[in-house]
């Protein structure tokens, strides 16, 4: 939505042209205003996700959602319990519970007993969801590389280890963005 006072926009989000000055032959602004930065970063990272579950819908995935890749990458190779995925995913062990029965439904994930504790029922990947993951690492490569041909190699190394030196080490790559993105 924008505002309008005195007939002028107001919402600097949304009023893209709003005060940036563009260089000679259409260039990136100069002084773009900070908003335009996450918006840009989060629009790349959409950008890609939605490629990426295009992609895996059209090789045999078409039920797989974005919280669902986290979720696997939470459950890991060794498997986790409802608790530890919740804890990784930085959301409640009951909205860890119902993305892990979403994966059970759609055959990305299955209960097992815990060898360790027979008290504990743990959530371990089936081959469907290995597919899922073996495809989406191949896919990102794809996207990568499209990049690349768009940019340039050098721009997107460039750009890569620009972002690894503003982007604290322990927060690249957390898997809690579903809890500040609306939960899984």
Do not use: C
């Amino acid at each position: 939505m924008v505002d309008h006072v005195a007939g002028e926009n107001v919402n600097q989000v949304v009023d893209t042209g709003k005060g940036v000055s563009t260089e000679a032959g259409g260039e990136a602004p100069r002084d773009t205003p900070g908003y335009e930065l996450p918006l840009l970063l989060f629009g790349g990272f959409r950008t890609l996700i939605d490629r990426l579950h295009a992609r895996l819908a059209d090789e045999g995935h078409p039920d797989l959602r974005p919280a669902f890749g986290f979720a696997m990458q939470a459950i890991g190779g060794r498997g986790a319990t409802a608790s530890d995925i919740g804890r990784r995913l930085g959301v409640s062990k009951q909205a860890a519970g119902k993305t892990v029965d979403r994966l059970l439904a759609v055959g990305y994930a299955e209960r097992t007993d815990d060898p360790e504790d027979a008290r504990r029922k743990l959530v371990r990947l089936t081959p469907h969801g290995y597919d899922a993951l073996a495809r989406s690492a191949a896919i990102f490569d794809d996207l990568r590389a499209e990049w690349v041909t768009a940019l340039g190699a050098d721009r997107v190394r460039d750009m890569e280890a620009a972002l690894r030196n503003v982007v604290p080490a322990e927060t690249a790559f957390r898997l809690d963005a579903t809890s500040w993105l609306g939960g899984p």
